[in-house]
């Protein structure tokens, strides 16, 4: 048989990694997740929020809807809502409106402006008659 054909054994002391070598990898490892961790927390946040934002504004643009389905007009004060007067607000989100809303059976609503708050957070909305649709930032009212 030919000598190029057999592989030699490999010898035990030399094959695998030392443990210098992983420690490094592992430091390494442990720096690259440090400072990516931080920031994708932060992005996994915005994503929630956003996330809830949505959720609150598409159960205020229902509003409409549900007056048609219930055969009775919706109203709501101004100033903050209580947590269950519009139903498909996220928990612990609150919902702020400047003017007094009403949504008539037939689904038609007037004009308001609001604002939703979660935790230091608010975004500006309007709803816009006579089909409750959403405005975010709108212009403020004179």
Same mark, same amino acid.
């Given at each position: 048989?030919?000598?190029? +054909?057999?592989?030699? *054994? ?10 210098? @070598? ?7 490892? +442990? ?5 990516? +961790?931080?920031?994708?927390? *932060? &992005?996994? @946040? !915005?994503?929630?929020?956003? !996330? ?7 159960? &205020?643009?229902?509003?409409?809807? @549900? ?5 009775? *007009? ?21 919902? &702020?409106?400047? !003017? ?7 689904? +038609? ?13 608010? *975004? ?19």
């Amino acid at each position: 048989m030919p000598t190029s +054909a057999i592989s030699p *054994r490999p010898d035990p002391r030399t094959s695998g990694f030392t443990l210098l @070598e992983v420690v490094v990898v592992l430091a390494l490892l +442990a720096l690259a997740t440090a400072l990516v +961790a931080p920031q994708g927390f *932060r &992005m996994i @946040e !915005t994503w929630r929020r956003a !996330t809830d934002v949505d959720a609150a504004l598409g159960a &205020m643009a229902a509003l409409g809807a @549900e007056a048609r389905h219930q055969g009775r *007009r919706l109203e709501f004060p101004a100033g903050v809502l209580p947590d269950d007067a519009i139903e498909g607000v996220p928990a612990g989100w609150k919902v &702020m409106l400047a !003017t007094p809303l009403a949504v008539e059976p037939n689904g +038609a609503c007037a004009d308001v402006q609001g604002e939703l708050r979660y935790q230091g957070y608010a *975004r500006r909305f309007a709803l816009e008659a006579p089909f409750c649709r959403i405005v975010l930032d709108p212009p403020a009212s004179p």
